[in-house]
Every structure is written in structure tokens, then in C-alpha cells.
């Protein structure tokens, strides 16, 4: 907004008038200023009327216009006055003949016809006006005022002479004068400097926001509306010069003398333009009308949410204020319309600001919608704001099975495979998603998916197979389903698949060949005397077999089915050697890849070794007769080659039935996870496994109890070949413990029976083999029944600590689903039912001790008490008056002798009961402290009156109460009976 400003030569009115009465002749157009036609310097002073000290010396001030030599080369070229100018070495600068004035072409012979032309500064307008006195032939005597004060006072001391100014400005509006009138302002001439035409007005501007209109529209309205001519803004600032008064004043006289004029400017309040509406300010809100109130009707800005809308009434156009309806919304003021909700968003409620965005579930493809459309059932969205139904798709931990598009189908996603938000089957099997890496959906680490049928997911034996990604990916080159075998010609090695070679066929020949010499040296190997004492022989290879043995059981636990520490797998692995896991060492490169025929050879090795020995006897009875194998000797190498590999068969056998649950529901061998349990290949695993159970297996278990129940009574029978034969289930312990090798033995088949029973439960497994492990460390600690004593101590510490590490596997469970809570719960109320009946025990025997008055192990014994029955006094004083006899009439090296070959164990029960009967059965005497090898404190301590008198001792050929030899023979069978096994009969 503003007004337009002009720069140019002005003329007195008095002047003008002059001219104009005198001759007719108007001095207002540039025409009649021509000296070829006209005398105009006949109305004006000459220049020998001006003080020439009032003026510059134009041309010795190097300051001016007419010193540059561009604008006077400008001026030649546009003019052709090439006698204005001097070219001083071909500079071009303005002529003033007397130093002060240039004069123009038309008065430049006779300077007394010349009228004065003056402007200020550096010479404002000089360049312009050379050129339109000389192309117009205008007598003009052009000058420059030596100050600032000298052009402003010039006009006023010579009144009839024209002058440089612009307007509006008062500096000279007491002279009213007047605008020269050149042709109109050419641009493209004065861009070309020819400066002619008459110059463009000066738009004097004052900015304001450009949304003015919008936001303040009866200002726009008003300043619109607002018309002032020149001659009233000449009024307006000869007022404001005369009196010296503020301008503020001078506008407030002005107004007040003026009321006609400015009364059209202000608009009408109630007249809304675009972007307002009607505003009652009483009840301070938008209103749709404006008639038939008293209220004051205003305009005001649209608030956010509303769009402006025309209204037509008596009074004429104006606008109102609207709500914007559904489906659309408006975030900004003043507001002309109300913008449609984009794709993805919607708007139910009216007079909205912003749209809603769609929830997650829902999208929307149209604009402008109230409401959002829904997914199908059981999809989703990535997030809000959906914007097609494409945009739809399956759940997190589910994935779209259907590979037709437009259509589908989800299903949740099963233990292996990890399913992001929008899963679908086609990004699986290439294993990218459109929505980047994050949205990918992929088989987890240690789990498999065939490429054919990508949801049927498989466990794997450890992510080292199993990588996971996408379907079919296997590492080292295994194949098959999950990953469970290398390619023909290859075996696995750990790490990768490589090539058997002809090396590791030729050791597997020498290993097949060198387990049948074993089995022979086995023979010659149990040749060994068995005595109660044990060796230092029998110590070595007893703790060789029991390391073998120890290792043999974490072998047997690695089997679990609990994700134990890798660390722990490696360990676990070399303890599986001694399982002999053929498997695990390439005999695939002999036997093939088929998982029946490997399992068959494998179940074959002790039929084989034991068919093997059999063979080797019958062929030795063909030789000299010091050639001949002893039969009992055979029988005893059978037992022990089937002993030693009796965890091995009895995990061979029980391999088939070991069945764990895939996440797809099918069921694969623990030990062949490429065979599905029910299927052909599993049904004759399963026919050797139950043969190799049932005749080897449990047959000799049957034979091995048998043998301890009755080889006691051979051994009192002297029958020296069953005992022999026996050889290899009884040397290794004390001979009072002689049946602990059965129990031992089935230490191996119970470890592994968990494994079978609950294949897919490690808390049960783990409870199972806890308590299996439990209760065999229980049973070593009462009976302590190796032959040397370190080898207790260190199978009690070993089954202890194996025990822990058993007990630590729950640490590795993954989460318990519902049947395992169940299964806790049980065993709990197992185990509290336990402890109560143990409670209930000890009440039962607090109130027995009530009643009998007696204590516990008087005469009044109760048998439940103790655990079992002994024999009476009666019974058991001529036993011991008769042992008495046998020893007093042993020669003292003899029984020297016998006692050294006893074992640790039996020597510590021989001075027990020496300190015992010293103690409380002997007479005690001042010399029954040499008797006494253990402390023990005498019963009669607490009971003075149970002292007996003190006996003297009778020499050794004393007439003793001892029984007669009739006697003492009909008590040998009793003394039999209590002491059966002899080791000089093994």
C-alpha cells in the first residue's frame, strides 16, 4: 500500500501564468519550451541575475555528473552534441564555458537566452536533462546549488526560473508549482540510456502482510477505501510547514475540516469478506445472522475446524463461519473451505481441525471418508494410518499361508520360525521382505524347514546344524530333513561334511578287526587270583574301570533333551565315545547313509563279540588239550566284554524308542532325526531294539541276578566252575557285597529309560535321573561296596557331583508349558506325602517309647524298629563260645596269615568286634583296654549296678565251658551259613 512519488522539473504557477496570458503559451509541455519556435526566456531571470556564488563550478568539480566520462560519452551518443562536452586523451567530460552553468545547444551562442535550471547534490538529474535540452531544444542553463540550504532557498530568491524536485514534499509548495510534461517514460529507451522520455513515478511503498486481506480485513477494507489527492496531501503538509505543528496534530485538523472525505472510507462491520464470518459480540460467538438483532454484529477470522460460506441477507453479501463436515477438517484460521480427509485417514465428528489417522487394523483408499474400513479377520496393520487394503496382513507370530493375492489366510506360526507383523509364505521362502529386514520371516537357529513345506518346522540338534533363515538351510553341507546327514561318499566330522576317503574306511576295517582281538585278549586278561584283599593291580584297573564308568553315565545324561551350554555338549560328546557312538566317528562311510542298516550293524557288535568267543572256544577244543579254553573262564569273558558294554547295548536298544516331538507334530529318533518315528524305517529299528533288549538286554540282567542269589550257595557248595563263571559280576567288590554288580549294571539302562519315557519333558527327565542318582549314592554310602576304600570315596563324590550337575540341568528349561506344572504339583504332593509318612514314623515310635517304658534296642525290641530281626542271645552265645574254640586252636602264623589276606574292610569288622566283645560282653578286667581298638564308651558308665565282678583271665589250656566236638560240629552248618563266600573259591 502507498502512494506514487514523481522526480522532475517544476515550475512556478506564477511563471506558468505569465506565459500563458502574454502569448498563450503553456510552459507545463516540453514543446513550447522549443527556441526554434519560442522566447520562453522572456518569463524567466538570465543567469547574469544569479549569484554565481550560490553555485557550484560544474565543471572543475570533479564530483559531479559531468566529470564521469561514461555519462558524457552517453550523452554525445544519444544527442550528437559533441560540442557540450570535452575529450581531454579521450576523456569526455561536460564544457562549461564560464565554469559554472552548461548551457544546452539551443542557448549556448547567446547565454542571456539561456533560463536556469538548478538541482542539488551531485548534480540530481543532470545526465537526463543535458539530453532532453538538447534533444528538445530547451534554452537551459544547467547548474548545481553549493549546498543543501542554497537549493532549498534558490527558488524562492529567484522565483521565475525551474528547478529539480519531487513530489509530495513541502520544501516548495508556497510557489504551487507546477510538473513539466514530457512524452511518456519509455523503459526499454531509458534502459539503453536514452533518457527522453519523461522519467517512471517512484512507487512509495509501506509493506504489510501480504494475508492482510485475511487476517485484518476491514483494515484492508479501510486503507482500500482510503483516497487522497495531491492537492489535499499538498494541503496537509503546507499546514504542517506553516504552523510548525506535529503531525499528529496536523491530520487531526485536517480530519476535522474534512469529515466528507474520510467518512466513505470506513467499512461496513457486518460486511465479511472470505475467510470471516459474522461474530455476535455480546454473546461472544459466531453467529448466521445479522438482521432482526441487537446485539453488535462484527467480523471475525474463522477460527480453526469452521470454513468461511457466502450468505446473502437484505443488507447485502457477507460470510458466516461453518463447521466443517464430516470427512473433512481445517487446521488453520480464516479459512475459505474445509480440506477432505486424505487416504489412511477419516473424520466422524464436525468442525474438526485434523483428520484421524486409521487405527491399526483398519485402512482407507478414498478421501474424504467419515469412517475407516476394517482388515478381514485375524490381519492387521503395520501401523496407523493404512492407506490400501493391500496394506493389510497377518498378526505377529502368525504368517499368510495363501500365495494367491488379494486372499488371506493366516495361520499362527509354530515353535521355530519367527514371524513378524505382516508374515507372509512367499517372503519366507525367499526370505526378503518389500518392508525391509525387520519384517523377514525366518526359521529360527537350531530348528529346520524343508524348502517344499516351509511351516512344518523340525528341532535340530543344535543351531551349529541349523542356522536358521531361510527354509532348507543347513550348514556344512548336511542335507536331508533336519539336517541330520551328509550326502553319500561324506561323513560328518563335527563342523562340516567331508569326504570318507579310502583312509577312513581302511581304519574302520583295522577298528572291526582289532575289537575281535580285543574280545580274545579279553580272555587272557581275567586270569587273575580274586582274593578279599585288594591289589594294587586290582586298584588300578578298578579306578580305570570306574573312570570308564563315570564317563560312560555323562554320556548317558548328555542325551537329555535339555539345551545344555555349548561347553558342556563338547564334554558331554567325548563321554559319548565311550558310549561307542559309531555314529559320531564316520561309520556311515562303511555302512552307508541308511539310518536302518547303520542302527542293524550297530546292534550287531555284541551278538557278534559274544557269538565270537563262542566260536574261539569251540575252535580251541580242536586243538591240544593245554590249548583249551576253560568254559567257565569264556562264560566269565562274556559277561565281563557285556558288562563293559552294557550302557552301550542298553542305549543301542533303547535308541528307537527315544521319540521327541517336532513343532509340526511328527516325531523323530533322538538318535536318527531323519527317521520319523511310525513310519517303515522306524518299524524295524524298533524290531532289533526290542530283540537286542529283550535276549541281551534284560537277559542278562536275568542272568546276572540269578547268578548273585545263588552264587553264595555255590560258593558254600564249592562249586568252583558256577562261581568262576561269575568271575567278572563279583571280583571287583568286598566279598559281603558281593551282588552290587547288578545294581551296578542297571545304573546305565535306568539313566537312559527317562530319556525314552519323556522325550519331550526335561523336568521330568531331570527329576527322574535326579532321584535314579540319588538313590544308587544312597546305596553306596550304607553298603561301601569296592574293596578299597579311596574307590568309595570316590564314586560317593563323583555320583554326589554328577547328582548337582543333573539338578543344574533345570536351569536350562525352557519355559514349562502346562503338563509340566501339573507334573510339578504331583511330585510335590509326592514328596510332602513323603515327608509327612516320615513324620508319622517318629510319632508312632514317641508313643511305642511311651508305653514299652523301655528304651529302644532292650528286650522288648519291636521288629519294625528295627529294620529287620536279629538272632536270639540263646542262639547266637554257642556260635561265638565255638568261633572262641576254632580260634584258640589256630596256630598263632596261620591265623596271622588269614587275617592278612582279609580286606581293609573286613579287618576294621574284626577289631570292631574285638573292642565290642571286650567292652560289654568279656568280663570287663584291668586289662580290657588292650582289647579295645576303637573308642567306645561302656553301657554300664550310665548304670553302676550293671558292673560285673572282675573275672582273671584263664591261660589258653585252662578247662574251659566250651561246647564238645559233637557240639561244635553240628555248628559248623550255622558257621557256614553266616560267612558263605570263601575267596580261595572264586
Not at 209 to 230: G, H, I, Q, W
Not at 581 to 586: A, N, P
Not at 836 to 851: E, H, K, P, Q
Request: one cysteine or more; proline letters at 5%; glycine letters at 6%.
Amino acid at each position: 500500500m502507498g502512494y506514487e512519488g514523481v522526480i522532475s522539473t517544476f515550475v512556478p504557477t506564477l511563471d506558468i501564468k505569465k506565459a500563458y496570458q502574454s502569448e498563450g503559451l503553456n510552459l507545463l509541455y516540453f514543446r513550447n519550451w522549443n527556441a526554434s519556435w519560442y522566447k520562453p526566456y522572456k518569463y524567466f531571470d538570465s543567469l547574469s541575475m544569479i549569484n554565481a556564488s550560490k553555485v557550484v563550478k560544474l565543471c572543475s568539480d570533479k564530483t559531479n555528473f559531468l566529470s564521469h566520462d561514461s555519462i558524457m560519452q552517453r550523452h554525445v551518443k544519444w544527442t550528437g552534441d559533441a560540442d557540450g562536452v570535452l575529450i581531454n586523451n579521450g576523456v569526455y567530460a561536460g564544457r562549461c564555458d564560464d565554469g559554472y552553468w552548461w548551457t544546452a545547444p539551443s542557448c549556448r551562442s547567446n547565454t542571456t537566452e539561456c533560463v536556469p535550471w538548478v538541482t542539488g547534490g551531485f548534480g540530481w538529474g543532470i545526465e537526463e536533462y543535458m539530453q532532453k535540452s538538447t534533444i528538445f531544444q530547451i534554452p537551459m542553463a544547467i547548474g548545481v546549488a553549493l549546498s543543501w540550504a542554497t537549493y532549498t532557498e534558490f527558488p524562492f530568491w529567484h522565483p521565475k526560473s525551474h528547478f529539480y524536485w519531487w513530489i509530495p514534499d513541502p520544501t516548495f509548495l508556497e510557489l504551487q508549482p507546477l510538473q513539466m510534461i514530457f512524452p511518456p517514460h519509455d523503459r526499454i529507451a531509458y534502459s539503453k540510456g536514452d533518457m527522453s522520455s519523461a522519467t517512471s513515478s517512484v512507487s512509495i511503498d509501506k509493506l504489510v502482510s501480504k494475508d492482510l486481506s485475511l487476517l485484518a480485513p476491514n483494515v484492508e477494507s479501510f486503507l482500500s477505501n482510503l483516497k487522497v489527492t495531491m492537492a489535499q496531501m499538498d494541503q496537509v503538509l503546507l499546514d504542517q510547514k506553516n504552523t510548525s505543528d506535529s503531525w499528529r496534530d496536523t491530520m487531526c485538523r485536517w480530519l476535522h475540516a474534512n469529515t466528507e472525505v474520510w467518512q466513505s472510507w470506513i467499512p461496513d462491520e457486518s460486511r465479511c469478506f472470505p475467510g470471516f464470518g459474522l461474530y455476535d459480540t455480546v454473546l461472544e460467538s459466531f453467529t448466521e445472522q445479522r438482521v432482526n438483532t441487537s446485539n453488535k454484529i462484527v467480523c471475525q477470522a474463522c477460527a480453526s475446524g469452521t470454513f468461511s460460506q457466502a450468505l446473502s441477507d437484505s443488507i447485502g453479501e457477507t460470510y458466516i463461519c461453518v463447521p466443517c463436515p464430516l470427512g473433512t477438517s481445517q487446521d488453520l484460521g480464516a479459512a475459505q473451505f474445509c480440506k477432505p480427509c486424505k487416504s489412511g485417514e477419516y473424520q466422524d465428528e464436525i468442525g474438526s481441525r485434523t483428520c484421524k489417522r486409521c487405527s491399526i487394523g483398519n485402512y482407507q483408499d478414498e478421501s474424504g471418508a467419515e469412517i475407516c474400513k476394517s482388515c478381514p479377520v485375524d490381519t492387521t496393520t503395520l501401523g496407523l494410518g493404512s492407506v490400501a487394503a493391500s496394506d493389510c496382513g497377518c498378526k505377529a507370530d502368525h504368517i499368510d499361508v495363501n500365495i494367491d493375492q488379494g486372499v488371506i489366510q493366516c495361520q499362527r506360526c509354530s515353535e521355530g520360525l519367527r514371524c513378524p507383523i505382516l508374515s507372509n509364505l512367499v517372503d519366507l521362502q525367499r526370505g526378503a521382505s518389500d518392508l525391509g529386514p525387520d519384517y523377514v520371516p525366518q526359521v529360527k537357529a537350531g530348528y529346520f524347514s524343508a524348502v517344499h513345506s516351509p511351516t512344518e518346522v523340525y528341532f535340530c540338534s543344535g543351531s551349529d546344524v541349523c542356522p536358521g533363515g531361510a527354509p532348507g538351510s543347513c550348514t556344512g553341507g548336511l542335507v536331508d530333513t533336519p539336517c541330520a546327514q551328509c550326502t553319500a561318499g561324506s561323513t560328518w566330522t563335527g563342523s562340516a561334511c567331508e569326504s570318507c576317503g579310502v583312509w577312513r574306511q581302511a581304519l574302520w576295517v583295522c577298528a572291526i578287526i582289532g575289537v575281535f582281538v580285543f574280545v580274545m585278549l579279553l580272555y587272557w586278561l581275567t586270569s587273575s587270583h580274586v582274593t578279599a584283599k585288594a591289589t594294587v593291580l586290582f586298584a588300578v584297573s578298578a579306578s580305570v574301570g570306574m573312570l570308564v564308568m563315570s564317563m560312560q553315565n555323562l554320556g548317558l545324561i548328555g542325551m537329555m533333551t535339555v539345551q545344555w551350554p555349548e561347553d558342556l555338549k563338547g564334554f558331554f560328546s567325548i563321554c559319548q565315545f565311550l558310549l561307542l557312538d559309531i555314529d559320531s566317528y564316520g561309520f556311515s562311510c562303511i555302512a552307508g547313509t541308511d539310518a536302518t542298516t547303520r542302527y542293524l550293524l550297530s546292534a550287531l557288535i555284541f551278538p557278534a563279540a559274544v557269538a565270537w568267543l563262542g566260536l574261539c572256544y569251540g575252535a580251541s577244543r580242536l586243538l591240544s588239550e593245554r590249548h583249551h579254553w576253560i568254559g567257565p573262564k569264556v562264560c566269565s569273558t562274556m559277561g565281563a566284554f557285556l558288562q563293559m558294554g552294557f550302557s552301550t547295548m542298553a542305549a543301542t536298544s533303547l535308541a528307537p524308542m527315544m521319540c521327541y516331538k517336532h513343532p509340526n507334530g511328527l516325531r523323530s529318533l533322538l538318535k536318527y532325526p531323519d527317521v520319523i518315528c511310525g513310519s517303515g524305517e522306524h518299524t524295524a529299528m524298533l524290531a532289533i531294539g526290542w530283540t537286542l533288549l529283550i535276549v541281551f538286554v534284560l537277559g542278562f540282567v536275568a542272568l546276572c541276578t540269578f547268578a548273585v542269589i545263588r552264587v553264595p550257595q555255590w560258593s558254600s557248595e564249592r562249586n568252583h566252575k558256577l562261581v568262576g563263571a561269575c568271575r567278572f559280576l563279583i571280583f571287583r567288590f568286598r566279598l559281603d557285597s558281593w551282588w552290587f554288580g547288578v545294581p551296578l549294571l542297571l545304573r546305565g539302562p535306568l539313566l537312559s529309560l527317562p530319556v525314552v519315557l519323556a522325550t519331550d519333558y526335561p523336568p521330568v527327565q531331570i527329576l527322574m535321573i535326579a532321584m535314579l542318582l540319588t538313590s544308587f549314592l544312597v546305596l553306596q554310602m550304607i553298603t561301601w561296596p569296592w574293596k578299597v576304600p579311596m574307590l568309595n570315596l570316590t564314586d560317593c563324590t563323583v555320583s554326589f557331583c554328577v547328582t548337582l550337575l543333573v539338578t543344574s540341568a533345570s536351569l536350562h528349561v525352557n519355559i514349562v508349558d502346562s503338563t509340566m506344572i501339573q507334573f510339578a504339583e504331583f511330585m510335590s504332593t509326592l514328596m510332602l506325602s513323603g515327608i509327612a509318612a516320615a513324620m508319622g514314623i517318629m510319632c508312632v515310635m514317641t508313643t511305642s517309647a511311651l508305653i514299652y517304658r523301655t528304651a529302644l534296642g532292650g528286650k522288648q525290641e519291636i521288629f519294625f524298629f528295627n529294620l529287620g530281626t536279629v538272632p536270639s542271645a540263646e542262639k547266637l552265645a554257642p556260635l561265638c563260645k565255638m568261633m572262641a574254640v576254632k580260634l584258640r586252636d589256630m596256630d598263632v602264623d596261620v591265623l596271622s596269615a588269614k587275617l592278612a589276606a582279609l580286606a581293609v574292610f573286613d579287618m576294621r569288622k574284626v577289631t570292631t568286634c574285638i573292642t565290642l566283645l571286650a567292652t560289654e560282653v568279656a568280663p570287663p578286667n584291668e586289662d580290657a583296654v588292650t582289647f579295645k581298638f576303637d573308642a567306645r564308651i561302656n553301657s554300664s558308665s550310665f548304670d553302676p549296678s550293671l558292673v560285673k565282678p572282675t573275672v582273671k583271665l584263664q591261660p589258653p589250656n585252662s578247662n574251659l565251658n566250651l561246647p564238645n566236638e559233637e557240639e561244635a560240629t553240628g555248628l559248623e552248618p550255622q558257621l557256614a551259613a553266616r560267612f558263605p563266600l570263601q575267596s580261595e573259591w572264586v
